[in-house]
């Protein structure tokens, strides 16, 4: 990751959402953008972005996930359902006194952002998306890719009943890069309950050995915002196939970026393209 000198004066702020204290970093002034990170990751995923749209006149909100870092742990699977996860970016922007705000979501933070825009989206001004298909095209996949189930695997592993004794901080961390930067994770890791880091799965991702997703997203109401797609091509864990589609059920307009030899993180694989596309796009809808 590269540093700006911008995110140099970040401050540390909690929203809450019933009970549960969201951790969030903030600097900036602007339109809020709100930045939700995936697993294994915390807030410092989104510096480098953050960076680049501070200079360019944004305020930017990184947040912890529940159950992440300096956020809360809520003990059980069920409070880390989708309700809570869409409330809790609900209560970030929120807590910066705003009515919405432009989402920004990769991995479980893209199935967080496409869930907000679609139940909430008085909250949505513009939706970045990275990685993770919308929930229709998603359980399409599921249901007919044996690529794609045999990909999901690891999420099954992950829905065992104390799967978490098998994860360490370490581990985790391992697919960072940078030395600096995975100490910063290792700490945020081992301040983090794995059990609630696996709930975002056992909670809700599709269930059964079918590849049949739980529930399905024919009937889900169009998104109304602008929608930016960014996927690595590379990525193991979720076929680009499954953005095929994407623009039938965004109401506004739907900008797809497959980048060929980035991997799943994405926003460091291509870190350079992926900061300027997301300007450039926002700029374009200013």
Do not use: C
């Not at 809450?16 to 697993?39: A, D, T």
């Not at 359980?139 to 360490?168: C, I, V, W």
Request: avoid cysteine.
């Amino acid at each position: 990751m590269s540093r700006n000198p911008q995110s140099e004066a970040l401050q540390d702020r909690y929203a809450e959402n019933g009970g549960v204290k969201i951790h969030y970093v903030v600097g900036g002034e602007g339109p809020l953008v709100v930045m939700i990170h995936g697993f294994p990751d915390y807030w410092a995923t989104w510096k480098p972005l953050m960076g680049a749209l501070q200079a360019a006149g944004y305020r930017t909100a990184a947040l912890d996930g529940r159950g992440y870092n300096l956020s809360d742990k809520p003990e059980g699977v069920d409070a880390y359902a989708m309700p809570h996860l869409i409330g809790d970016v609900a209560a970030v922007i929120a807590a910066e006194g705003v009515v919405d705000a432009i989402v920004v979501g990769h991995d479980w933070g893209a199935a967080i952002a496409w869930q907000v825009a679609i139940h909430r989206p008085d909250l949505v001004s513009r939706l970045v998306i990275m990685s993770v298909p919308h929930p229709t095209g998603f359980g399409r996949e599921m249901a007919g890719n044996t690529e794609q189930q045999k990909n999901s695997q690891y999420a099954r592993d992950f829905q065992t009943p104390g799967f978490e004794k098998h994860l360490t901080a370490e581990g985790l961390a391992g697919w960072v890069k940078e030395p600096a930067e995975r100490s910063g994770y290792v700490e945020a890791f081992r301040r983090s309950s794995l059990a609630g880091m696996l709930n975002y799965y056992r909670a809700n991702y599709p269930s059964g050995g079918d590849g049949a997703p739980a529930v399905t997203a024919q009937d889900l109401p169009p998104i109304q915002a602008p929608v930016l797609v960014i996927h690595g091509m590379q990525d193991k864990a979720l076929a680009a196939a499954g953005h095929a589609g994407t623009w039938d059920h965004v109401a506004r307009d739907t900008t797809l970026l497959m980048i060929p030899d980035a991997d799943h993180f994405v926003q460091h694989d291509a870190e350079a393209l992926v900061n300027r596309t997301v300007h450039s796009w926002l700029a374009d809808r200013r």
